[in-house]
């Protein structure tokens, strides 16, 4: 398989899941979705890609609604970190390390911690033998009014103004779930940090960056729920990105949003 190909083949896997995993969340579907994926695939190695690339959000139908964790899920989950596995290290957070892999570092724990909960009753340390805790969260710079934290000649600004940190946020939106909890959640409920969200969300919707707009809001609707006080209010946010296409992803997302804000409909 070609290269384009192979990631074309993980797109496509990763887009199916996605939809079944929406389907579950409102209650259409049958018993272990997740291993299903995996069975009726005619590329199970990128069916197990794709367990990997939705991550924690896969798990959505059993925190929101009434679906029952099936062992069968549970085993294709694990079967995904057996093929995929992360670095028995890991890595630092940037800039002394590399973004990607710090991201999908926690992207896989988030995953692991899920898995964890739902399979183990709860024993934190088998999601910790599949996919340590990285550490770190990213770094908010406070810039002068009028002013952008990029401009300040700070070491590293470019990186942590609100634009830039609001969409790094936004690359960790599958940690916006119930459930998990660390640095990368302290860091998003510490002022002025749900500001620089709802900017940061709302410069997204104007840029038409759906999106990247569902991932951000994520987290104001996870704030939200926590009852953290917020510049404004998600729920028109959520409400006007649900209008969209964009695919199962973006579906999913506002999906999660919605529950997490307490709305009926899906």
Known sequence: MSPDRSQSAYAASAADLALRALDALRGVGGTAMIAEHVERSDDPKAALGAIRFVGADGFAPYLFGD???????AMAV??????FPPPVSTPAPPPAGGAEPWLVAWRDWATAALLARFADGGDAQVGEVLAPKPGGAPVLA??????AASD????????????RW?????????????????PVHTAARTDPAPRALAQGATRAVLRRDFPTAARIVRWLALLRSEGVHLPLDPVPLVEHLGLYGGGPRLALDVAIA??????ETV
């Open 142 to 147: 406070e810039s002068e009014p009028g002013r």
């Open 166 to 182: 609001s969409v790094r946020m936004g690359q960790l939106s599958p940690l916006a779930i119930p459930g998990l909890d660390g």
């Open 152 to 163: 300040t000649g700070a070491p590293g600004a470019a990186d942590t103004d609100w634009q």
């Open 258 to 263: 919605r529950r997490l804000l307490g709305l």
């Open 67 to 73: 679906a029952a964790f099936h062992p069968q899920d």
């Open 78 to 83: 694990a079967q995904s970190f057996a093929v």
